[in-house]
């Protein structure tokens, strides 16, 4: 089974704080990506990266960074956290574009900032 | 630009009520529909994968199903624990992304 980690289950930040989330997958996927989940929007795409090192913007990468120095780790920075960066935060992890194969989520980071 | 919508946005059901989840897609070049169930404080929870009209696939009390315009999640005969939320998304190819719905909320009442 595909097993994708993030690192915190709850995290609670500051305005202004650099924050660093996390995750980690054992698949050997070439693709991984960072989403955030707002109750009534659904999920919106942030980064994504298809290699190490490559990263390419999703939706909403304002506000954000990421960094992909290994395959299997793939993180997400907010530079300078603000009150509306307070979300659900999603990592998955797939087979390579064109494989047509899903993306497996791990459990998310409930991130508040105040 | 691909859209996903999932109708209704919540279901309540008896336990052993019958009933379907609706997915309908706008997509150039269908290439994959997935289903996720997702719990609450939790990551989806991969499903299904559907490739083409006429496909069906099953698991327990779900069937999902696919034509060129939507796919249904039939749930049999549901349980408790079959409450969750159902996302569905689309995939139209290459190194386009993948587009997620809204879900449906799904509770069953014992």
């Known amino acids: 089974d595909v097993k994708v980690t993030q690192s915190s289950r709850y995290l609670v930040k500051r305005t202004g704080e650099k924050v660093f989330l996390e995750c980690v997958q054992d698949m050997d996927h070439e693709n991984m990506f960072w989403y955030r989940q707002d109750p009534g929007l659904g999920l919106r795409l942030i980064y994504f990266s298809y290699d190490v090192k490559m990263k390419e913007k999703g939706d909403i990468p304002e506000g954000y960074s990421v960094s992909r120095e290994k395959k299997e780790r793939f993180s997400l920075i907010l530079e300078s956290a603000s009150t509306n960066q307070t979300s659900m935060y999603l990592c998955a992890s797939s087979l390579p574009f064109g494989s047509n194969q899903p993306q497996h989520f791990g459990d998310g980071t409930r991130l508040s900032i105040l | 630009e691909d859209q996903v919508t999932q109708s209704p946005e919540a279901l309540r059901l008896q336990e052993g009520e019958s009933s379907s989840l609706n997915c309908s897609y706008t997509?150039?070049?269908?290439?994959?529909l997935f289903w996720y169930r997702q719990d609450p404080g939790k990551g989806p929870e991969f499903l299904f994968t559907?490739?083409?009209a006429g496909e069906e696939k099953e698991k327990e009390r779900l069937k999902a199903t696919l034509t060129k315009k939507e796919s249904f999640l039939h749930i049999t005969a549901p349980k408790p624990e079959d409450s969750a939320t159902y996302l569905c998304?689309?995939?139209?190819?290459?190194?386009?992304?993948?587009?997620f719905g809204t879900g449906t909320k799904l509770q069953v009442i014992p």
């Open positions: 559907l490739y083409s």
């Open positions: 998304a689309v995939y139209a190819g290459g190194y386009q992304k993948v587009t």
């Open positions: 997509v150039s070049g269908l290439r994959g």
